[in-house]
């Protein structure tokens, strides 16, 4: 999570499958995981030769000669060169050609279809019976265009390599790295997760540890004022400064007095917690900034020898004494999804019942993905927040899926929807789903082939 170009599901499925611990093997897979050739199955049988020295047979001698090293697979663009030339006996500005021709931009043209014709003359002539010219050819048209360069896969590994130590040594650091840089396959509320998975203790903005943007103190992560939504630049640039100057807030009364905001982003603050620091609550707080700012809507800012809190008996005023004001802890989670577009605690706390319903009796009821080894080629069921989809199309053009989730501990599964099963049970949107189906596994990679899938009601938002 968070590794450059090895984040996505499929990528980590493929390094779990692979079992890819050295940087060379790093290369390769940054490579087959590209849509030709994983169209090609060539993946799959890159993956199955890897782990079986017998599956690797090569279609002619020639082949293991220039491929011995990915078992016969083309993975690289140069394969396409090296095949046209020392296979077809093209030469290699010819190779070049149908190289770059395989990319779709010049397969209408003259010059390639006469390549492809020397290629099909050149093996004929050889003695090359036709299947194996055939199969050559539809291995180098499967994958060519969508192919990496061998120097480009190892300059992507390159920086997957170092991301994935950095990952490894120093991963809160890392993490909050990424969140900060606003990019990767995720939404920022997964980086958020995993920093909390790595022993992070993830906080909401506050008035007096956040800065703009994410700041890690010890295993203490704060999330910056950049995530909230609505909130103005110019205003964070103020409190920064205004705290940098003159030293922290004491209470609100003190950062209205220092701080010019307007109504609504004062609002926005408090809603979030950036004021929990002062023990009252966010509804205390709501009444000490309306009887404070009256009928105003922006404060304005007081200069003043001494800090001063919002304390009116020391005026001789009335001291108004609130009722007890109720909280729900869902009135946070709401607060967040609103300003910062997830929840900082586990959306399994908003499920309106924590039992299935009449779950079937074959079904076994699973809690976490680490009992999934257990029950390979059983059938379950397993609840899951859904993080991302993955559409694709069959052979056939039908539509399928693939789904990646978190249990109810906040570890990854991943989840198969063929066609049927995607058109009786779609995606419904976010939140927390019931999933029934099959657990397979393949090289030490667990996934569930869905036969089921409903979505449970939460509280709060659906």
Not at 83 to 89: D, L, Q, T, Y
Not at 335 to 343: M, R
Request: with cysteine.
């Amino acid at each position: 999570m968070g590794c450059f170009y090895v984040e996505s599901p499929a990528m980590r499925m493929l390094l779990k499958k692979l079992q890819v611990d050295t940087y060379i093997q790093l290369v390769a897979a940054s490579s087959i995981i590209r849509p030709g050739v994983a169209r090609s199955g060539m993946m799959r049988e890159y993956i199955l030769r890897t782990h079986d020295p017998a599956r690797r047979t090569y279609i002619h001698p020639v082949m293991k000669e220039l491929m011995e090293e990915t078992y016969g697979i083309m993975v690289y663009q140069e394969d396409v060169i090296k095949v046209a030339h020392h296979f077809a006996g093209l030469d290699l500005s010819e190779a070049d050609v149908l190289r770059r021709g395989m990319s779709g931009k010049f397969r209408s043209r003259e010059e390639f279809q006469k390549i492809r014709d020397k290629f099909f003359s050149s093996c004929h002539e050889k003695g090359y019976p036709l299947s194996i010219t055939d199969e050559v050819w539809r291995q180098i048209e499967s994958f060519a265009g969508y192919s990496f360069s061998k120097g480009h896969s190892a300059s992507y590994a390159v920086e997957s390599y170092q991301s994935l130590y950095l990952k490894a040594h120093y991963p809160l650091e890392f993490m909050v790295g990424v969140i900060n840089n606003f990019g990767g396959f995720y939404n920022t509320e997964f980086y958020v997760h995993e920093a909390r998975m790595q022993g992070a203790n993830i906080h909401a903005p506050d008035i007096n540890r956040s800065l703009y943007l994410t700041d890690i103190h010890g295993r203490d992560i704060y999330l910056g004022f950049i995530h909230l939504q609505n909130i103005q630049l110019q205003l964070c640039e103020t409190l920064l400064h205004e705290r940098n100057t003159n030293g922290p807030f004491i209470d609100l009364a003190d950062f209205m007095r220092r701080v010019a905001i307007e109504l609504e982003q004062l609002r926005i603050l408090i809603r979030i917690g950036a004021f929990r620091f002062t023990g009252r609550s966010k509804k205390e707080l709501m009444w000490d900034l309306l009887l404070h700012l009256g009928d105003g809507r922006k404060t304005e800012v007081h200069q003043s020898l001494f800090n001063e809190s919002f304390d009116k008996s020391a005026e001789g005023e009335v001291e108004w004494k609130l009722p007890p004001l109720t909280h729900h802890h869902l009135e946070d989670a709401l607060d967040e999804i609103e300003l910062l577009g997830f929840e900082l605690s586990s959306p399994y706390k908003r499920l309106r019942t924590k039992e299935e319903t009449n779950p079937r009796k074959s079904d076994k009821s699973v809690s976490s993905v680490f009992q999934l080894p257990d029950l390979i080629g059983k059938e379950i069921s397993i609840q899951g927040y859904l993080v991302t989809t993955k559409p694709t199309r069959t052979a056939k053009g039908e539509y399928m899926a693939f789904g990646t989730w978190l249990d109810v501990d906040g570890y990854f599964f991943d989840t198969t929807h063929f066609p049927r099963v995607i058109k009786q049970h779609p995606f419904r949107g976010k939140g927390i789903y019931t999933i029934k189906g099959r657990v397979d596994e393949e090289f030490g990679f667990c996934s569930v082939t869905v036969s089921e899938m409903e979505k449970l009601p939460t509280q709060g938002i659906e």
